[in-house]
């Protein structure tokens, strides 16, 4: 699939959504939908009928973040909302194979996401059940966050798991990708980039999406994993 643009619209103003989407949609591949329950973070967004109306006005498919507790009960509805891709976390999650395998028969994109301290290995089998794992950058719950170095073992050591396995897995990353950053996520193995602050804090978020994908392509095309 090669490199995809997310950005986040946490970052955008939460009063003009649709217009916000519509300012990213000619340059980017996915919108990223970060949903907060206060819970399983320390911090609130927005739920499913938020979810549901963007579905219908975005240009875009959306990329439905969970940040939520009792995500087994919740994550389905969300793909029933129009998303195109769901990613719980597995910190929240009872059961991450039953609940990925809900998801495809919903008809979305199974995604899992690792908060930083979580390690990857004892996951390692149920990657050919999913169809991204989202690797976070930061701890989940606030855009604007420093990107932590210490997960890019993590992402080297998935991208080492999808390879070695031959597996269709998208990288995710998500938390302080910007330009300063994007080169290092790719080089260590990511394809999929999330960017809040980074794209909508740009005077022209599309041109920052562009950027970013220029950054990723490039360091790809010269990293261990992407060289032909
Ligand atoms: C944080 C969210 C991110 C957030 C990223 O918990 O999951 O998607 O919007 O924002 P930046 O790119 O500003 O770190
Ligand atoms: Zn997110």
Redesign the pocket.
């Known amino acids: 699939m090669g490199v995809q643009i997310s950005p986040?619209i946490?970052?955008a103003d939460f009063t003009d959504l649709a217009g916000e989407v519509a300012r990213i949609a000619p340059a980017a591949d996915w919108v990223?939908v970060?949903v907060?329950d206060n819970h399983f973070?320390p911090n609130l967004t927005i739920g499913l009928p938020v979810v549901e109306r963007l579905a219908e006005v975005s240009d875009l498919p959306l990329d439905v973040?969970l940040?939520i507790a009792d995500v087994d009960r919740w994550a389905p509805d969300y793909a029933d909302a129009g998303a195109g891709s769901v990613t719980f976390h597995v910190e929240a999650s009872t059961a991450p194979v039953r609940l990925a395998r809900t998801l495809r028969e919903h008809g979305v994109r199974a995604g899992m996401a690792l908060r930083p301290a979580t390690a990857i290995e004892p996951y390692a089998d149920l990657l050919a059940e999913l169809d991204m794992l989202l690797l976070?950058t930061?701890?989940?719950?606030?855009?604007?966050?420093a990107?932590l170095d210490l997960v890019l073992p993590k992402i080297r050591a998935a991208r080492e798991l999808v390879k070695g396995r031959d597996l269709d897995l998208w990288i995710q990353v998500?938390?302080?990708?910007?330009a300063e950053t994007v080169e290092r996520c790719a080089e260590a193995g990511a394809d999929v980039f999330?960017?809040?602050?980074?794209?909508y804090g740009a005077d022209d978020p599309a041109a920052a999406v562009q950027g970013l994908r220029q950054q990723a392509m490039a360091a790809t095309a010269s990293s261990w994993w992407g060289r032909p």
């Open positions: 986040s946490l970052s990223h970060d907060m973070v973040h940040m976070m930061v701890e989940p719950g606030f855009g604007g966050q990107f998500d938390g302080g990708v910007a999330v960017a809040g602050s980074a794209v």
